[in-house]
């Protein structure tokens, strides 16, 4: 941003719409629960802390990346077996969750 | 408080210290939701808006340049989650349906001597309620906040020409709307106020 100010011509319209709009909102403040929904917001969150402490180290970045890309690649299987077992099934076979674990497993022995 | 003082906060809020995000908030919270208010001329929507621009004041604030003003980037998060609403809402037909019913129940055109000030001021603020979300954003940024073009050029994140070119055609709209819907030149309702 630069320090030059440039300013427009001025005129009695320009003084109207300035006297309309400080009235219309002076004197306004906003109520004291804002704060206090702001400070309980904060202390919801996993960690109180700002964005620093959330950036992801890279082995969790390659985690998150491999989730991803086996739930898109499993997505397809789901239809197909939701389609052909029950729910009491498939709540037994908890096929996906073993595959994507199987699967961080080897991406964790293979990087170690 | 000074830009230092802001900085000092800034840093503090860095190592996760509330009290003095509650600092920052205190100085800047009547002119982040004033200019919420302006725009969006609903006390619950800005209420919101100002609770997220803190919370975005928290989770970005690595971001922010301490050395630098804090209120055009406030102003700049403020004017965005102010778009946000509108789009989600589509409030902003309400306003111009307050402009129709307002124009219907009043006479077309009144001798300047008997209008009120109230009344004046009623006309400009419905005015400036029926304009465009860009129009009125600059408009507000301009005469409320007393922004220059380029601050308004940041916080909209857009060229000074554009700026320029959107508060020439807010600035004349405005002027049609008094002239054409009130029968009011500008400057006879200058010299009246």
Redesign the interface.
């Known amino acids: 941003m630069s320090s030059h100010r440039i300013q427009p011509k001025l005129d009695g319209l320009d003084e109207l719409i300035r006297w309309a709009l400080l009235d219309e909102v002076a004197g306004e403040e906003p109520s004291p629960q804002v704060w206090q929904s702001i400070q309980a917001r904060l202390m919801l969150r996993p960690q109180a802390m700002p964005s620093q402490s959330r950036v992801k180290r890279p082995w969790r970045q390659l985690a998150s990346a491999l989730q991803t890309w086996a739930l898109g690649i499993t997505a397809p299987l789901d239809v197909v077996w939701d389609s052909r077992l029950t729910p009491r099934e498939r709540s037994y076979l908890v096929w996906k969750e073993n595959l994507l674990l199987s699967m961080m497993t080897m991406a964790a022995v293979t990087i170690c | 408080m000074s830009l230092s003082e802001d900085g000092r906060l800034i840093s503090q809020?860095?190592q996760?210290n509330?009290l003095a995000?509650?600092a920052l908030?205190e100085k800047y919270?009547?002119p982040v939701?004033?200019t919420a208010?302006?725009i969006t001329r609903d006390?619950e929507a800005?209420?919101d808006i100002?609770?997220d621009c803190?919370?975005k004041v928290?989770?970005?604030?690595?971001?922010l340049d301490g050395s630098?003003p804090l209120s055009?980037w406030l102003h700049r998060v403020t004017v965005n989650l102010s778009y946000n609403w509108a789009n989600k809402r589509r409030r902003w037909l309400q306003p111009l349906e307050e402009v129709i019913d307002h124009l219907i129940e009043s006479p077309r055109t009144l001798p300047e001597s008997t209008l009120e000030r109230g009344e004046?001021?009623y006309a400009?603020?419905a005015a400036?309620a029926s304009l465009s979300f860009e129009h009125r954003v600059v408009?507000?940024l301009f005469?409320?906040n007393g922004f220059?073009?380029?601050?308004i050029a940041?916080v909209l994140d857009c060229p000074?020409g554009t700026v320029?070119s959107r508060?020439?055609y807010a600035?004349r709209n405005?002027?049609r709307k008094?002239e054409r819907d009130r029968g009011l030149a500008?400057?006879v309702?200058?010299?009246f106020?």
């Open positions: 809020i860095r996760g509330i995000l509650k908030y919270k009547g939701y004033r208010l302006a006390r800005a209420e100002l609770q803190f919370l928290y989770t970005y604030i690595d971001k630098l055009p004046l001021r400009i603020q400036i408009i507000v005469y409320l220059s073009l380029n601050e940041y000074v320029k508060l020439h600035r405005l002027r008094l500008p400057e309702a200058y010299e106020s």
